[in-house]
C-alpha cells in the first residue's frame, strides 16, 4: 500500500488522464460482545462521485466486494458479512438492479474464537469502484484485525452494536437526495395524472366555486383555498408517514427482489389496470364517506380539513390505484421515500385550487369535463397492465424459468400498446366510454405516437437493444435466440468470406477483435492497419455505454470495422495465468496472477492510468499517434479523434 501511495504521488503531475485513481481508504475495527465473540467491522470511506459494488451483484453484472478470512482455525465464521444498506438501481447497460454504495460503507463480520492467545486476524477485500466516466480493476487489499479490542482511536470510537452501525452508515450514504428527487418528480407526473381523472377534475371549479362564493371577501375564499390544497398535501403525507412507520424505513426495500413480493404486485396492478379499464371499480366502504361529509359542513378550518379528506376517499377509486403503485415502488427504496412521494403526488392534486382560488379567470379556460376524463383513467389502465409484467418478469428471471423470456415479453408489450393505440383511434369500445362521432386531434397524435412506439418495439424481437426502454425487458441473453433469431447475429460477415483471423473473435457490433496484445499488434502489422488499444472490462458499465451509444454509430462502426485493428484488453479477466507468466510488478509490488492482472499491470506501467476505458491509437511500434482518450459520450468528438490517429498513421 505505501508503495502504491509514493506511485501516485510520484505521478500527480500528470494530466488527470494519466493519473492512478485511489478513491476508497480502507479502516478495520474490532467489538467484543463477550468473552469468545467479536465483530470484525470494516469501513470504505469513498470519495465523493465514485461507488463501490455491493457483495451481491447478479451474475453477469459487476465485480461484487467480497471478504476473505485467513488462520480460520483460531476462530469460526458466525454467518456472512453484512452490509449496510446502499443504492439500489436498475441499470440501463447491465440491465439489472445492482447495489452499491457512496461516501461510506460498513460491512460486519461475526466470529467465535476457538483458540487460545489470538490477537490478529488477516483478511483480503476485493472489491471495483467506478464513478461516472471510468471504472478500475478489481483490486485486492490486505485487512487486519487486532483481537481482543483493536486500539479504536486509531480508527473511530465503536460504541454502538452491530445493527446501530450498519443503520447509522446508512445516514451518511450518498445518492439519496438523486434518489429521493426522482421518486418526487415520478409522484408529481403521477399526481398530475390523477389530477385528469374524472374522480378529480370536476372538483376543482366546484370546490373553488364554493370557497370564494361562501367566503365575505376574495381574500378570504383565497386563504380558505390554500387551507384546502394545504390539507390535502397533509392527509396524503400523513399516509406516507403511516407506511413508513408501520413497514420500517428500510423493511421493504428487501422485499423489492423477493419472488413473492413481486408476483404479489403484479396481482395486484393487474387488478388496479382492470379497474381503470371499467371492470369494476374500488371504493372504499359508503358509510366512510358519509361520516366525513357530515363533518365537512362544520365551519372553520375543521370543516376544511374534512372536505378535503373527503375528496380523498371519493376520487380513491382514481387515485388509489395511483397511489398504491407509488407507495410500494417508493416504499421499496427504504428511508422516507414514501413520505417524499406523497409529498409530490399530492403536491400536484392541491396546486389547481390555490392557483384557480387566487385567479378564477383561469377556470374559464379549463376544458369541460366529459368523455375526455374516461379516455385519461383508461391509458392510465394499459399503462398499469405493461408495468405490471415487468415485475412478473422479475420473478422469471430470479427463478430462471424462462417462461418469460425477452421476445415473449415484447410480445405482451407490443400487445398491450397496439390495443392502446386502436382505442385512441376509436377502434376498441370500453364499458364507460361515451358515444364519438369523431376523435379529437389530441386523442388522434397521442394514438400516432403509441403506435410509433409499438413498431420501435418490433426489431427487438430480432435483437434490437431498444435503448428508449433499457431495463424494463429481460436482458439480450435472456432470450430464446440470444444471437438474434436464426443465430443471425452470430454469422461472421467479412469481405471475400474469410474466417476470423487466428486470436481473433467477434466483439462488440460483431467488430473483430483481439484479446492478446501480442497477437493483436502481429495482425496489425500484417494488414498494415493502425492499432485501437482498448482498455476494458467485462463489469464496466461505461465500456459498454461507449460500445453501445458511441460504436453503434455507422461512421464510427465503419471505422472500428475497416480501419484499423482493434486489441480489447479485459482487465477484470479472472483467467490464471500460467505458473511460469507470472511475476511480481515493479510498479505496484502485488503478484500478477490472472490474464486481467496482467493487462492492468501493462495499463498502469505504460499509461500511467488504471481507469477504464480508456482508447490508444498506436502505430506498429507501439507508439502513441495521438494523446489517448477516455469515457468521451460525444460522437463526433470520439469520430474526430479516430480520423486524427489515424491521418497521423498515414502520414
Known amino acids: 500500500m505505501k508503495k502504491l501511495i509514493v506511485f501516485i504521488l510520484f505521478l500527480f503531475s500528470f494530466s488527470s488522464q494519466s493519473q492512478i485513481y485511489d478513491p476508497i481508504k480502507w479502516s478495520t475495527s474490532v467489538e467484543k460482545v463477550d468473552e469468545e465473540e467479536y465483530h470484525l467491522i470494516t469501513e470504505a470511506i469513498i470519495e465523493a462521485g465514485w461507488h463501490l459494488y455491493s457483495q451481491e451483484v447478479p451474475e453477469g453484472g459487476p465485480i461484487p466486494t467480497e471478504f476473505t478470512f485467513k488462520n480460520t482455525e483460531t476462530y469460526e465464521l458466525l454467518g456472512d458479512t453484512e452490509e449496510s444498506k446502499g443504492v439500489k438501481e436498475m441499470d440501463p447497460v447491465f440491465e439489472m438492479e445492482i447495489t452499491y454504495f457512496e461516501r461510506t460503507a460498513i460491512f460486519v463480520q461475526r466470529i467465535k474464537l476457538t483458540g487460545e492467545g489470538v490477537y490478529l486476524i488477516n483478511a483480503e477485500v476485493e472489491f471495483m469502484v467506478c464513478d461516472e466516466e ?69 372538483m376543482i371549479p366546484l370546490t373553488v366555486s364554493f370557497f370564494t362564493k361562501q367566503s365575505k371577501s376574495r381574500a378570504a375564499g383565497i386563504r380558505n383555498s390554500i387551507v384546502y390544497g394545504f390539507f390535502i398535501i397533509v392527509i396524503y403525507v400523513a399516509l406516507g408517514s403511516l407506511v ?16 413473492w413480493f413481486n408476483f404479489a404486485f403484479f396481482v395486484l396492478l393487474i387488478v388496479f389496470a382492470l379497474s381503470f379499464l371499467g371492470a369494476f371499480e374500488i371504493v372504499l366502504p359508503s358509510s366512510w364517506s358519509t361520516k366525513i361529509d357530515s363533518k365537512a359542513n362544520r365551519g372553520g378550518y375543521i370543516g376544511i380539513f374534512f372536505m378535503a379528506l373527503a375528496l380523498a376517499v371519493v376520487s380513491f377509486s382514481c387515485t388509489g390505484p395511483i397511489v398504491g403503485t407509488l407507495l410500494v415502488e417508493a416504499a421499496s427504496k427504504g428511508g422516507i421515500a414514501p413520505v417524499v412521494g406523497m409529498l409530490g403526488f399530492s403536491l400536484a392534486i392541491a396546486l389547481p385550487f390555490a392557483l384557480f382560488a387566487a385567479f378564477p379567470g383561469w377556470m374559464n379556460t379549463l376544458p369541460k369535463s366529459g368523455g375526455w376524463l374516461n379516455t385519461v383513467k383508461v391509458v392510465l389502465g394499459f399503462l398499469e397492465l405493461a408495468l405490471a409484467f415487468k415485475f412478473l418478469s422479475n420473478v422469471d428471471l430470479v427463478l430462471q424459468l424462462h417462461l418469460l423470456e425477452r421476445e415473449t415479453f415484447l410480445v405482451i408489450w407490443i400487445a398491450i400498446f397496439g390495443a392502446l393505440g386502436f382505442y385512441l383511434l376509436g377502434k376498441i369500445k370500453l364499458p364507460h366510454d361515451s358515444p364519438q362521432s369523431h376523435i379529437s386531434v389530441g386523442r388522434l397524435v397521442t394514438g400516432l405516437f403509441v403506435f410509433a412506439f409499438t413498431i420501435y418495439l418490433i426489431p427487438g424481437l430480432w435483437g434490437a437493444p431498444l435503448q428508449w426502454i433499457s431495463g424494463f425487458p429481460p ?50 502489422k500484417e494488414v498494415n492497419k493502425p492499432v ?31 480501419e484499423i485493428v482493434l486489441i480489447s484488453l479485459y482487465v477484470d479477466d479472472k483467467k490464471s495465468l500460467p505458473d511460469e507468466d507470472q511475476f511480481v510488478s515493479a510498479t505496484t509490488g502485488k503478484r500478477i496472477k490472472t490474464i486481467g492482472n ?34 468521451e459520450p460525444n460522437i463526433n468528438t470520439y469520430l474526430d479523434w479516430l480520423k486524427d490517429g489515424i491521418e497521423k498513421f498515414q502520414n
Open 598 to 631: 496482467k493487462w492492468s499491470n501493462f495499463q498502469i506501467e505504460k499509461y500511467q492510468t488504471n481507469a477504464q476505458p480508456q482508447y490508444v491509437l498506436l502505430d506498429h511500434e507501439g507508439n502513441n499517434l495521438n494523446p489517448s482518450i477516455a469515457y
Open 532 to 562: 485501437l488499444l482498448d482498455f476494458t472490462g467485462y463489469a464496466c458499465v461505461n465500456c459498454r455505454k461507449m460500445e453501445e451509444r458511441v460504436w453503434s454509430d455507422p461512421s464510427v462502426l465503419s471505422i472500428l470495422k475497416n
Open 134 to 202: 471510468r471504472c478500475l480493476p478489481p483490486t485486492t487489499l490486505p485487512l487486519e484485525f487486532k483481537i481482543p479490542g483493536a486500539v479504536e482511536s486509531e480508527v473511530r470510537q465503536v460504541e454502538e452494536s452491530k445493527e446501530e452501525v450498519i443503520i447509522n452508515s446508512q445516514k451518511e450514504g450518498g445518492g439519496t437526495n438523486r434518489g429521493l428527487f426522482t421518486i418526487f418528480f415520478i409522484a408529481f407526473l403521477s399526481g398530475f395524472a390523477a389530477l385528469l381523472t374524472p374522480c378529480v377534475f370536476p
Open 244 to 259: 413508513t412507520l408501520i413497514f420500517g424505513a428500510d423493511s421493504l426495500n428487501a422485499l423489492a427482489t423477493n419472488v
Open 475 to 524: 436482458p439480450l441473453h435472456y432470450s430464446e435466440s440470444p444471437q438474434g433469431f436464426g443465430g443471425s447475429k452470430g454469422v461472421v460477415s467479412m469481405e471475400n468470406g474469410a474466417a476470423l483471423p487466428i486470436g481473433a473473435e467477434l466483439g462488440p457490433h460483431d467488430i473483430i477483435a483481439f484479446k492478446d496484445y501480442e497477437t493483436g499488434m502481429a495482425y496489425a
